[in-house]
């Protein structure tokens, strides 16, 4: 099947008008350690909220490949913004996957609602309830959360060897303002709290399992796609565009460059850097954009994706960032004495980029181990791909 006749969205996603005033509105984010209101009504005005919302709910039920391309570019403006679109705005797929009664409640009067999250189970506590889960505890890294009106919480299932996702409206926790952070300040990655135990439905509830198997109740198939593969490529993509905005950056500031000046152009050492740079990205590029292809591609053709080249992209995906990294030291260690004061814009994006790879989807080494034992034949041992 081709790209054209896998496209199947019925809305487009197109940043190009808002990225000017992104680019404006960053230092404020981060300033403020959370994205100011117009950048959140500018993303919400050309529907990034709404992008990969089923078009019933009034979404634009995006291509991921269309929805992907956008937050890059956002991230070639500002990271923080990038985060949030991305992160956030791909919750609607995983309501989508809870079923009609969750789309109902979160989208039915609004559309450009937003959900936030954070899925570590760690300090979550759930016990067994009559229809759903009691939920309390505590959890960090909640991006997005002061603009959204609910949130999607991870915890161990009560007597279960597998993750929940709990859908739970905003009069049900608390935020707390924890995000003093070396980069992507603009984020708010907050810390979320519910203290007294909370009811919530299995109409509320996403099973781990269920977004392995690729199990909804939506006529595109497009939400067939294991929901962790494009989680993934959420907290991976916008440093994409991050090292695409350094490598910008660096072209046109060639005069703060810790070479001389004179000879920089023809500078041997710095031609390399460059064409190196542009080389990891077009590379990281292109791997993601042929992998969401593929798995929507495969989908669509009713075909069951093999456990390996899950695995295989799984691992690609995770090494994104690493690789982006790699790309923007290559252009910072060259940036000039400026570039260590507070503020310098290459700075910025050296220290937002290493903040994505603290992401756990974002160690691509329990993945390499999980595909290259897969390819020598051992039986997978992941179950977020």
Known sequence: MNMATSRHGN??????????????????????RNLTAEAVGLLSSVGFFRAMLPAKFGGLECHPVDFFKAAMQVA???????????????????????????LQEVYGSNPNTIVSSTYNPMGAKATAADGGVMLSGRWA?????????????????????????????????????????????????????????????????????????????????????????????????????????ALRLYIANKNASSIDV???????????????????????????????NKLVDMVNAGQEIPMLERARIRYQTGSIVQNMIDAVDLLFAVAGGRSVYSGSAIQNIWLDIRMTHAHIANNPVPLARNYGNMMLGLENTNFFM
Not at 163 to 169: G, R
Not at 197 to 216: A, Y
Not at 273 to 283: G, K, Q, S, Y
């Open 76 to 102: 070639e403006r500002d990271m923080s913004s990038a985060w949030i679109c991305a992160v956030v705005g791909i919750h609607p797929f995983q309501v989508a996957l809870m079923g009609e009664s969750a």
């Open 262 to 292: 004179a000879k920089m152009q023809g500078d041997p050492d710095v031609a390399r850097r460059v064409a190196e740079v542009d080389t990891l990205i077009d590379n990281a590029e292109s791997s993601v954009m042929r992998n969401i």
């Open 141 to 245: 890294w909640s991006s997005g959360s002061l603009h959204a009106e609910w949130l999607l919480l991870g915890c161990i299932a009560p007597g279960e060897n597998l993750i929940y996702t709990c859908l739970v409206p905003k009069k049900d926790y608390v935020i707390e303002d924890t995000w003093f952070s070396m980069g992507l300040q603009g984020s708010g990655s907050n810390d979320v709290v519910i203290t007294e135990p909370v009811f919530v439905p299995f109409s509320r509830i996403h099973k781990q399992t269920d977004g392995f198997l690729g199990l909804n109740d939506q006529p595109n198939k497009m939400y067939s796609i294991p929901w962790a593969q494009l989680f993934a490529a959420t907290v991976a993509v916008p440093s994409i565009g991050a090292a695409k905005h």
């Open 11 to 32: 809305g487009t996603l197109d940043v190009v008008p808002i990225l000017d005033d992104l680019e404006r509105l960053a230092p404020a984010g981060r300033a403020q």
